[in-house]
């Protein structure tokens, strides 16, 4: 049973405009969320985080959501620029233990200029 | 600042050989982990490290795969007798094991077995 879905494979936006990545997960005890992005032939880089006690964390044109009752969260990127173009992974992280990540299967989003 | 190191980032064997991976952590993080990912999916847990005891091995797919940590550094990723289901990208992951909460990945080791 897959825990961390994203259900959009690809995302096409406009250089400029917003891209909305989503994220949605079943496991009520995950209390800290991460978003990573990938280029090819490269090792995830960590994005942005939120913890479950907050419902919103904002970097720089990088901004995630979390919506706890929903058990959903949101990637905003505000503009969108090609380098942006990437495969964004969600990922959420088990409560104590080893703190496993849990990724999504991830969206490839494409900026074009 | 190095950050995680894995070598080697290529490896094709054949189908009923042994390979292993190795991974450089950032210095001073004392979790490790594994994961991999396999064409089109996300990336799968496979192992955790605490310095170098090895707490939670239960993404270890069969018994063909181990690994082992020593120094509270180097990891190394065995898979015996490889299969063609074993391909996939290898990628290790370190945390400070103070206060951190975010884990930071190496490039990744592109496995291919024939």
């Known amino acids: 049973d897959q825990q961390v879905k994203q259900n959009s494979p690809s995302l096409s936006v406009q250089e400029g405009r917003i891209s909305i990545l989503n994220c949605d997960y079943t496991n009520s005890m995950f209390d800290y969320f991460l978003w990573y992005k990938k280029y090819p032939a490269e090792g995830p880089t960590f994005l942005i985080s939120i913890s479950s006690i907050k419902d919103k964390n904002e970097d720089g044109r990088f901004t995630v959501f979390l919506n706890k009752s929903a058990k959903h969260l949101s990637l905003h990127i505000v503009p969108s620029q090609p380098g942006d173009s990437a495969v964004y992974f969600c990922?959420?992280?088990?409560?104590?233990?080893?703190?496993?990540?849990?990724f999504g299967k991830g969206t490839k989003l494409t900026v074009n200029p | 600042g190095a950050g995680v190191s894995q070598s080697p980032s290529n490896k094709v064997t054949e189908k009923g050989k042994d390979v292993e991976l190795r991974c450089d952590p950032i210095?001073?993080?004392?979790?490790l982990y594994w994961y991999r990912q396999s064409l089109g999916q996300g990336l799968e847990f496979l192992i955790y490290f605490q310095g170098n005891s090895a707490p939670d091995k239960s993404g270890l797919p069969s018994d063909r795969f181990s690994a082992e940590r020593t120094g509270g550094s180097v990891s190394t990723l065995t898979i015996q007798r490889t299969q063609q289901e074993d391909s996939a990208v290898y990628l290790c992951?370190?945390?400070?094991?103070?206060?951190?909460?975010?884990?930071?990945f190496g490039p990744g080791t592109r496995l291919t077995v024939l």
């Open positions: 990922a959420a992280r088990s409560q104590g233990g080893s703190e496993k990540l849990v």
């Open positions: 210095s001073g993080h004392t979790a």
């Open positions: 992951a370190s945390r400070s094991g103070t206060d951190g909460l975010t884990q930071y």
